[in-house]
């Protein structure tokens, strides 16, 4: 039964402590049936107690075990048919180090009542937050974070992440703490070199210690400072790992100072803790020196933005902040000047560099009509255009929050590590502590087993399992960037390398999706060209916006006939058009005009059954007084110049092709025949091409779906990879995974290979990464690993995983696709 009760508060409360309860938001219930059905589904999610769901306040009120039902609860409600409003925060996160730290800044937010999904991201350093509406606010979150011992605060526009990155880094995160307490672990490190040449030399122990203490105490009280905070909220990182490691080698020569007499030389490890110090230093500067690097792509586009425009009002030009543009308004772009807003030309003829946006590096022409986009570089000619789209609407807006979406969120490759990270530092410590005391008890050296503990702490690295999988998709979303290929979150990112079918839309897809003229053909012989024929048909058109009409003057443009003027033009609804040209009554139509009007097609009858039968439209042209055939004209969607090659290297990697379209089966059979396509399903309705999608599917294929129009926005999300063209509709986009932002067939094979560059760069990273700890720990607990050495191999791990997945920036478009090569 819906509940009666007042207004619920908006944020989720619990009046007693044994009874929790809980609101959802719900959107789409209509009436009282809608109430029962959303009650009942919710009444089936475990540990859900009690529901009562009311239409006044959209809202359901749940009994339940605790907060942790609520995502299931969502769930249920979508699977109902209804739809939970949820809201999206993004925090950037300080002080984090290793994967230990994002496993438990995500416990700090999924404990915030109302957050539904919650992914942290140690490459951007950043928190990705799903709430339910009006349940948690950014106060909260950032509080929970700070109780799990981090800063926290909330990303207010998209590219700031990049902007940020971009700024000087501050003193204690640059290189001169580096340098100086390198310089200072110099010296101590010296007599050991020394020894490898055979000459026997130390400082006293005194020098030592004075070198050592700034070194463990200032430049290392960052690991002091983050591994206390780690301790409070019952937990462990890396920080405290190279605490506890340090601080061992440093009280451990401050007891062998201790007890040995003045005039006696102890070996000390002073040398051991302030070089470990340095190194994890080193390793951590270069870490977010390559991780920064990571963001080039994001912090490329955000530096396209101008910040001022220069917009005409009243007749006089002046220049404006970018912000104070509104839509409507029109802006002047002079030429070499980077394009403000999103628009439309309204004077004036250039040429645009849009590269940063799609990739490709022809200029493209603009005139009158054009669309020009926020961004790109105008050339040679002064353009005038009308406001369509500012700020968070424009297109290269659009792209850095799709960019930033992808490189924020987790690839599922990603949960394991997560799980390993959980109990990586325990581990770590447990290990440490058998290590000191099995070398104590059965070896008797209480001062070999702490310097092999030691090792142990400081070799331990979860930095190179928390930037294994980020770094990589970051570089790898990057690079497709570059190339006009925007992935909209990792999951499509790591689906596409096994993608073995893709499915095609036809018009517009791998079409042009505007129709041309393609034949024609006279009665008269003596205008075997058609250009008589081609003036007629363009007079009757000239006034008229229909694609074919088009399609016809700008044939007769091409030829440059001059077209004469037609009178008494007047539309024949569900027929053609009628009018007289040069004295003579024609008429303009199809087929079925043709027979109406009683004019034999004569010897052009077989011509138009060949064009038909082609896929072609044919239209013709009939004198009316008295009814003869004039000629015909015939309509095709020309193929894109990059299909042909795209499908070829499609099929060259392995990957079936498929052709998904409305059109009749001549139309598709010709442009399968063609581009070499494997199989074409033709005369599919919109609505049953999801369905045929799910069943290309069947037997373990991965399907990606390519398409750019409204009714393959349902084919897009029913794929495992929807891949969607931005000459499209915007419905198209948001159903997809991958949008391509040229309509190009060949960025299709580009997508599939950056995915699969990119996982394997994952895969290479995470090998790594597990294969450095699985070695490495056993060997500095066995005493095979001096804690320097340990600690320079801890600074290495993580330096070489984000290198590695640099290396993703050297990918180009046209690289071997899903099963090539390095």
Same mark, same amino acid.
């Given at each position: 039964?819906?509940?009666?009760?007042?207004?619920?508060?908006?944020?989720?409360?619990?009046?007693?402590?044994?009874?929790?309860?809980?609101?959802?938001?719900?959107?789409?219930?209509?009436?009282?049936?809608?109430?029962?059905?959303?009650?009942?589904?919710?009444?089936?999610?475990?540990?859900?107690?009690?529901?009562?769901?009311?239409?006044?306040?959209?809202?359901?009120?749940?009994?339940?075990?605790?907060?942790?039902?609520?995502?299931?609860?969502?769930?249920?409600?979508? =699977?109902?048919?209804?739809?939970?409003?949820? =809201?999206?925060?993004?925090?950037?996160?300080?002080?984090?180090?290793?994967?230990?730290?994002?496993?438990?800044?995500?416990?700090?937010?999924?404990?915030?009542?109302?957050?539904?999904?919650?992914?942290?991201?140690?490459?951007?350093?950043?928190?990705?937050?799903?709430?339910?509406?009006?349940?948690?606010?950014?106060?909260?979150?950032?509080?929970?974070?700070?109780?799990?011992?981090?800063?926290?605060?909330?990303?207010?526009?998209?590219?700031?992440?990049?902007?940020?990155?971009?700024?000087?880094?501050? +003193?204690?995160?640059?290189?001169?703490?580096?340098?100086?307490?390198?310089?200072?672990?110099?010296?101590?490190?010296?007599?050991?070199?020394?020894?490898?040449?055979?000459?026997?030399?130390?400082?006293?122990?005194?020098?030592?210690?004075?070198?050592?203490?700034?070194?463990?105490?200032?430049?290392?009280?960052? +690991?002091?400072?983050?591994?206390?905070?780690?301790?409070?909220?019952?937990?462990?990182?890396?920080?405290?790992?190279?605490?506890?490691?340090?601080?061992?080698?440093?009280?451990?020569? *401050?007891?062998?100072?201790?007890?040995?007499?003045?005039?006696?030389?102890?070996?000390?490890?002073?040398?051991?803790?302030?070089?470990?110090?340095?190194?994890?230093?080193?390793?951590?500067?270069?870490?977010?020196?390559?991780?920064?690097?990571?963001?080039?792509?994001?912090?490329?586009?955000?530096?396209l933005r101008p910040d001022t425009a220069r917009v005409r009002r009243g007749g006089q030009e002046k220049?404006?902040?970018?912000?104070?543009?509104?839509?409507?308004?029109?802006?002047?772009?002079?030429?070499?000047?980077?394009?403000?807003?999103?628009?439309?030309?309204?004077?004036?003829?250039?040429?645009?560099?849009?590269?940063?946006?799609?990739?490709?590096?022809?200029?493209?022409?603009?005139?009158?009509?054009?669309?020009?986009?926020?961004?790109?570089?105008?050339?040679?000619?002064?353009?005038?255009?009308?406001?369509?789209?500012?700020?968070?609407?424009?297109?290269?807006?659009?792209?850095?929050?799709?960019?930033?979406?992808?490189?924020?969120?987790?690839?599922?490759?990603?949960?394991?590590?997560?799980?390993?990270?959980?109990?990586?530092?325990?581990?770590?410590?447990?290990?440490?502590?058998?290590?000191?005391?099995?070398?104590?008890?059965?070896?008797?050296?209480?001062?070999?087993? *702490?310097?092999?503990?030691?090792?142990?702490?400081?070799?331990?690295?979860?930095?190179?399992?928390?930037?294994?999988?980020?770094?990589?998709?970051?570089?790898?979303?990057?690079?497709?960037?570059?190339?006009?290929?925007?992935?909209?979150?990792?999951?499509?990112?790591?689906?596409?390398?096994?993608?073995?079918?893709?499915?095609?839309?036809?018009?517009?897809?791998?079409?042009?999706?505007?129709?041309?003229?393609?034949?024609?053909?006279?009665?008269?012989?003596?205008?075997?060209?058609?250009?008589?024929?081609?003036?007629?048909?363009?007079?009757?058109?000239?006034?008229?916006?229909?694609?074919?009409?088009?399609?016809?003057?700008?044939?007769?443009?091409?030829?440059?006939?001059?077209?004469?003027?037609?009178?008494?033009?007047?539309?024949?609804?569900?027929?053609?058009?009628?009018?007289?040209?040069?004295?003579?009554?024609?008429?303009?139509?199809?087929?079925?005009?043709?027979?109406?009007?009683?004019?034999?097609?004569? /010897?052009?009858?077989?011509?138009?059954?060949?064009?038909?039968?082609?896929?072609?439209?044919?239209?013709?042209?009939?004198?009316?007084?008295?009814?003869?055939?004039?000629?015909?004209?015939?309509?095709?969607?020309?193929?894109?110049?990059?299909?042909p090659a795209a499908i070829a290297r499609l099929r060259a990697a392995g990957v079936r092709t498929v052709?998904?379209?409305?059109?009749?089966?001549?139309?598709?059979?010709?442009?399968?025949?063609?581009?070499?396509?494997?199989?074409?399903?033709?005369?599919?309705?919109?609505?049953?091409?999801?369905?045929?999608?799910?069943?290309?599917?069947?037997?373990?294929?991965?399907?990606?779906?390519?398409?750019?129009?409204?009714?393959?926005?349902?084919?897009?999300?029913?794929? =495992?990879?929807?891949?969607?063209?931005? /000459?499209?509709?915007?419905?198209?986009?948001?159903?997809?995974?991958?949008?391509?932002?040229?309509?190009?067939?060949?960025?299709?094979?580009?997508?599939?290979?950056?995915?699969?560059? /990119?996982?394997?760069?994952?895969?290479?990273?995470?090998?790594?990464? +597990?294969?450095?700890?699985?070695?490495?720990?056993?060997?500095?607990?066995?005493?095979? *690993?001096?804690?320097?050495?340990?600690?320079?191999?801890?600074? +290495?791990?993580?330096?070489?995983?984000?290198?590695?997945?640099?290396?993703?920036?050297?990918?180009?478009?046209?690289?071997?696709?899903?099963?090539?090569?390095?």
């Amino acid at each position: 039964m819906p509940s009666s009760s007042a207004a619920l508060p908006s944020q989720p409360v619990r009046p007693a402590a044994d009874a929790p309860e809980w609101r959802l938001p719900v959107d789409g219930m209509t009436c009282a049936s809608c109430v029962r059905r959303v009650e009942n589904a919710l009444a089936r999610v475990p540990g859900v107690r009690d529901v009562a769901v009311n239409l006044a306040t959209e809202a359901a009120t749940l009994r339940a075990d605790s907060g942790a039902v609520l995502p299931a609860a969502a769930r249920a409600v979508a =699977d109902a048919g209804y739809a939970v409003p949820q =809201d999206s925060i993004e925090l950037d996160i300080a002080d984090m180090t290793c994967a230990s730290c994002v496993a438990r800044v995500e416990k700090a937010l999924h404990a915030v009542p109302g957050v539904m999904d919650a992914q942290v991201n140690l490459a951007t350093e950043r928190a990705s937050v799903s709430v339910l509406r009006g349940a948690a606010d950014t106060a909260a979150l950032v509080a929970a974070i700070a109780r799990a011992g981090y800063g926290a605060t909330q990303v207010e526009e998209a590219g700031q992440q990049a902007t940020q990155a971009g700024r000087p880094t501050a +003193f204690w995160d640059g290189p001169w703490p580096v340098a100086i307490s390198a310089a200072l672990s110099l010296p101590l490190m010296a007599p050991m070199v020394l020894q490898w040449f055979g000459v026997h030399w130390m400082l006293p122990a005194w020098v030592q210690w004075l070198l050592a203490t700034p070194v463990q105490f200032v430049f290392g009280w960052r +690991f002091y400072k983050a591994g206390w905070k780690a301790v409070r909220a019952g937990a462990g990182n890396m920080d405290l790992l190279v605490a506890l490691g340090t601080t061992a080698a440093y009280g451990l020569s *401050l007891w062998l100072m201790w007890r040995t007499p003045a005039d006696a030389m102890p070996h000390l490890y002073f040398e051991s803790a302030a070089v470990v110090i340095a190194l994890v230093r080193l390793g951590k500067w270069l870490e977010t020196r390559a991780k920064r690097q990571t963001a080039d792509a994001i912090r490329a586009l955000a530096a396209l933005r101008p910040d001022t425009a220069r917009v005409r009002r009243g007749g006089q030009e002046k220049s404006v902040p970018l912000a104070a543009v509104r839509v409507g308004d029109e802006v002047v772009v002079r030429p070499g000047e980077r394009i403000p807003v999103d628009a439309e030309v309204t004077e004036g003829n250039s040429h645009a560099d849009e590269s940063m946006l799609t990739g490709e590096s022809v200029p493209v022409p603009k005139k009158p009509g054009d669309r020009i986009t926020g961004g790109a570089i105008n050339f040679e000619g002064l353009l005038v255009a009308r406001t369509v789209a500012v700020g968070a609407e424009t297109v290269l807006a659009r792209i850095i929050r799709m960019v930033e979406h992808a490189q924020a969120a987790k690839a599922p490759i990603q949960r394991m590590v997560d799980q390993v990270s959980a109990v990586f530092v325990p581990v770590v410590l447990g290990i440490a502590l058998v290590t000191v005391l099995g070398w104590g008890l059965f070896a008797g050296d209480w001062e070999v087993a *702490l310097l092999n503990a030691v090792a142990v702490l400081v070799i331990a690295c979860p930095c190179a399992l928390g930037l294994a999988t980020p770094t990589a998709i970051m570089a790898g979303t990057g690079a497709g960037a570059r190339a006009g290929i925007l992935i909209k979150d990792a999951e499509a990112l790591e689906i596409a390398h096994r993608v073995s079918v893709v499915a095609f839309d036809k018009t517009g897809t791998l079409t042009v999706g505007k129709p041309e003229v393609v034949a024609l053909h006279a009665s008269d012989l003596a205008d075997a060209e058609g250009t008589s024929l081609l003036a007629r048909l363009a007079a009757l058109q000239a006034g008229s916006e229909h694609p074919l009409a088009r399609a016809v003057l700008a044939a007769a443009q091409a030829r440059g006939i001059a077209v004469p003027q037609a009178t008494e033009v007047r539309a024949l609804p569900g027929r053609g058009i009628a009018g007289v040209v040069d004295g003579k009554a024609l008429q303009l139509g199809s087929e079925r005009l043709r027979a109406a009007l009683g004019a034999e097609a004569g /010897t052009l009858a077989p011509v138009a059954q060949r064009l038909r039968d082609q896929g072609r439209t044919v239209s013709w042209l009939v004198e009316t007084a008295p009814p003869r055939v004039a000629g015909l004209v015939a309509f095709g969607d020309a193929i894109k110049p990059g299909a042909p090659a795209a499908i070829a290297r499609l099929r060259a990697a392995g990957v079936r092709t498929v052709m998904l379209t409305g059109d009749n089966a001549g139309a598709a059979a010709r442009v399968a025949q063609t581009l070499g396509l494997d199989e074409v399903q033709a005369e599919v309705l919109p609505e049953d091409k999801a369905a045929r999608v799910q069943e290309l599917g069947q037997g373990g294929a991965v399907v990606a779906m390519v398409g750019d129009g409204i009714n393959d926005a349902p084919a897009l999300a029913a794929a =495992d990879v929807g891949i969607a063209m931005s /000459t499209g509709t915007d419905v198209a986009m948001h159903a997809a995974g991958i949008t391509l932002m040229r309509g190009d067939p060949a960025l299709v094979a580009d997508a599939l290979a950056v995915s699969h560059r /990119t996982v394997r760069k994952i895969r290479q990273n995470l090998f790594w990464a +597990f294969f450095y700890n699985v070695v490495g720990i056993p060997l500095a607990a066995a005493g095979l *690993l001096n804690p320097v050495v340990a600690g320079a191999a801890m600074a +290495f791990s993580s330096v070489s995983v984000v290198s590695n997945a640099l290396l993703l920036r050297r990918w180009r478009p046209g690289a071997a696709t899903a099963q090539g090569g390095e």
